[in-house]
């Protein structure tokens, strides 16, 4: 085997310099990017930020031979859609989408219907939804060509962070809904949201953060001296027990069940019941018993909200919004659209002193406003967790976890629109291609 194509292989011929960019930006757009609506002005600076260090990351691209065709078409697809959305179409061609009959009607009654169109049904919401992918597509292209070590390594900002957050929830918490440490204003109750505009977006943020600091702290154990790595695991628990406090102070309900997803999911990988050594029962059993502590002590914010739940508005706007999705099947209503087309189906009874801005279900949302054309995406998603489950590590397991906490937190919110949370998940993402190109490298290395 070639040395020198090993080297190239596993991404050793990256500059220190992009490293920390990519680091930076993902920094900037965790502490920037937690809401995902009136944000006009941070969404500009991560979006502008974002784009020289995105051409760089795709300039890249062309010196590297080895970055996963697989991740790449993912990526390439999340751009396609709503470029195909936006292509006008002749109006008889137009009229006969699904769901746009009534509306073609309205618009030749009002003398406006002989005009081409796109498929989506608000041209404006998609061209920002494509722009809104910026943030994404920046750190994702950028650990796509880093190399494993280095990948990593930025898992650790997400730690630091996310114990930097929890800090900030305590101030808020402390100062109530008035507090100047509130970056979006006042939350509902006593509740702290971190860098985030929704408590639950916070908890979902938390809990996905728990596997990083896992990550770091075993791998720092694995590779250091038995000093540093007593060091480590003492610096890894108490991180952990910071943010087993912020999903506390949160009050989320969401952030509750996404706690006991994390701690099952973590159990396993910890060595549970491995090599008949019950001191390997410790860690996990002390995380759980803190767990349930923590959420007990953190019932007084959220028990209201539990209480609350029969009346919860989820469930009418997950009915209508599955109405909508099947009337617009197989095109969808246009990437950001969800908003403008529920107001469009409301009745009087159905009206709220609220605005509807998202479904609450990044699922359901996506097949409103995708239709069936989100199975492309879906399908390179799927095929890049399969690869990274086929060659998967301690590391591998672990993001892998941290990325069905976010999707798992996706069926009851919207966790997935804000440019913080996108930016963790092209993280953990981009790892795990990058992971599985390193790993197929060296089993290919082995059989030559």
Known sequence: MNPLSARARTG???????????GSY????????????DNDGFDLVLRLAGLPLLAIGALRLLTRGDVSRTALLFLGSLFLLPLVQLIPLPPALWSALPGRAALATDLVAVGAGETWRPISLAPGATVDALLGLTPFATVFL???????????TLWLLVAVIAVISVGLGGFQLGG???????????DAGRAATGFFANRNHWAAFLVASLPAVAAWSFQRRASADRGRSGVALILGAVACLALLAGVAISGSRAGAG???????????????????????LLLPGLLLVVSLGLAVAGSWVAADRFADARRDLRFDIWAEAGRIAAAHLPFGTGAGS????????????????????????????????????????????????????RHKGSQSTLALLALAVLLAASLVDYPLRTPAL???MAL?????????????????????
């Open 142 to 152: 950028g650990v796509l060509t880093l190399r494993r070590s280095q990948a990593e």
């Open 422 to 424: 996108q930016v963790l």
């Open 12 to 22: 050793e011929d990256a500059h220190p310099w992009y490293t920390a960019a990519v």
């Open 258 to 280: 996404l706690l006991l997803l994390c701690a099952l999911g973590l159990a396993p990988w910890l060595g549970v019941g491995r090599q008949g050594d019950p001191r390997r």
């Open 338 to 389: 969800f908003s403008a087309v529920f107001a469009g189906v409301e009745t009087p009874d159905d009206l709220t002193a609220g605005f509807t801005n998202q479904a609450h279900n990044d699922w359901l949302e996506v097949v409103v406003e995708y239709g069936l054309l989100a199975l492309l995406p879906a399908a390179f998603l799927l095929l890049l967790l399969q690869q990274a489950w």
């Open 26 to 37: 993902l920094v900037l757009a965790l502490v920037l990017g937690g809401a995902s609506q």
């Open 176 to 186: 109530g809904p008035s507090s100047p440490f509130r970056l979006y204003g006042p």
């Open 428 to 448: 953990l993402l981009a790892s795990l291609a990058v992971r599985t190109r390193d790993r197929a490298a060296v089993t290919d290395g082995d059989q030559a």
